[in-house]
């Protein structure tokens, strides 16, 4: 079993930014970022592959977040640029077993196996 811990939520005025990090205890496969807003689904934001190699992004964050890994660390990050008030939300970091073989439905939240307790991030006008 693998522990996620997220981090770096706060409150930040719109056009601002945020680096939201994500530490697992031990060894991950692909890891990803969703989020939920009070009254909604929790959506898919990004995910980035084990090897780094590939990253995905919802059309709503494209162009304005950033997911990065730090392999050795197993620690994934979000790089949250030009931030609105639609992007308020809990954001949970997910991590695929590390044994799990290669899946083509990284946006799909039963795709992974461990999920991190959320961190608020709020956006303000």
């Known amino acids: 079993q693998v522990q996620l811990v997220e981090s770096g939520g706060g409150l930040v005025q719109a056009g601002g930014s945020l680096r939201l990090s994500c530490a697992a205890s031990?060894?991950?496969?692909?890891m990803g970022w969703f989020r939920q807003a009070p009254g909604k689904e929790r959506e898919f934001v990004s995910a980035i592959t084990n090897s780094g190699a590939t990253t995905y992004y919802a059309d709503s964050v494209k162009g304005r977040f950033t997911i990065s890994g730090d392999n050795a660390k197993n620690t994934v990050f979000l790089q949250m640029n030009s931030l609105k008030p639609g992007d308020t939300a809990v954001y949970y970091c997910a991590a695929r077993w590390s044994s799990r073989l290669s899946t083509a439905y990284y946006a799909s939240r039963t795709q992974y196996d461990y999920w991190g307790q959320g961190t608020q991030v709020t956006v303000s006008l």
């Open positions: 031990g060894r991950t496969g692909a």
